[in-house]
């Protein structure tokens, strides 16, 4: 049975990420009541260890005196033990943004208990904070093409993303009972991640209902597809590093959400023997559509936008290169909000 924990003490509010581990553990649940009796919020922060902008968030939120808490708001502490190490995951550990929807592992369990929990609660919104650990511009993520979703998605900034795979994150858990988003607030702790988060959860607290107003104008990502490397290939990138298995150029991160031509110079590799995998939402590999192999260089086959490039290798091993991306079309979002009305 789940413990939820009332209040968070002046030790968690003044801790750094990789200090957390000494005073609460992973899947630690709180809840901050207030003297109106409103539709809580949830905050999920830390879901991986090295993105600490949920936590300065939650500690700013808390410790500003200026700031009035209209509605309650409950916590979910992530990975405090990959905090520790500044790591997304540590190596025995599951990602724990990929645990909400079943499976056999404790934290599976420990996700499903905390799922349960809020079965029974009237939720206002969820917000699950994030960072990018490549260069990117803050955005936020939906996993349904809902009105208010979208609308909450874009009061944290102008570009959306919508997906669907992985399925297995705490934000479309949560979509079935209450809107849902994950922020992704640039590199972790960079100012305007925290202030645009800061803000949006004062917003909410202060509405009664969200906004339904979605700027079709607004850029809407749909997120539906994701490279892979292979495990056994090394991966490098500029001049000095073309000993690796795949080379790709020192400045890959500053191409996230800029989009490729078909044509366009990808990166090289030191045999043929090393494969690039891009899959689909439906795990359908979809690699030659979108890239070419010409020799020992990998060339663009059709545009595309690209999101979450990072040259932390770490990262690109835990989870992937980089995910490939479409503009959603606006006539198409259009038709989609009048049917799920
Ligand atoms: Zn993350």
Known sequence: MLKVHEGISEQILKAQAHELHEYISNFSVHYIPT??????IVLSVLLHGNECTGLTVLQQLLTNPTVVLRRPLYVIFGNVEAAKSKVRHLAHQPDFNRIWMGGGRPEHKQAKEILDYFNDIEIFATIDIHNNTGKSPDYACVNHLDETYLRLAQLFSPTTIYFTRPFEV??????????????ECGLSNSESGIERSLKLIQYCMNIDL?????SVEN???????????????SIGFGS??????????????DNNFIMYHKGEYFCSRKSE????????????????????????DIYINKDF???MFTRNKA?????????????????SIKKNLKNEK
């Open 35 to 40: 003297v109106e009796k409103r539709k809580p």
């Open 170 to 183: 705490l934000s479309n858990a949560f979509s079935n009972a209450c809107p849902a988003i994950t922020l």
């Open 210 to 214: 969200l906004p339904t107003n979605v």
């Open 219 to 233: 850029e809407i990502f749909h997120s539906f597809a994701r490279i892979n490397i292979p495990p056994e290939c």
């Open 240 to 253: 000095t590093e073309e000993h690796c298995d795949f080379v790709f150029p020192e400045a890959l991160e």
């Open 273 to 296: 023997a090393a494969i690039l995998v891009a899959t689909n939402e439906k795990n359908i590999d979809i690699t030659s559509e979108y890239f070419e192999y010409r020799g020992l």
């Open 305 to 307: 936008t690209p999101s």
């Open 315 to 331: 990262v690109i091993y835990q989870d992937c290169l980089g995910y490939i991306m479409r503009t959603c079309d606006r006539e």
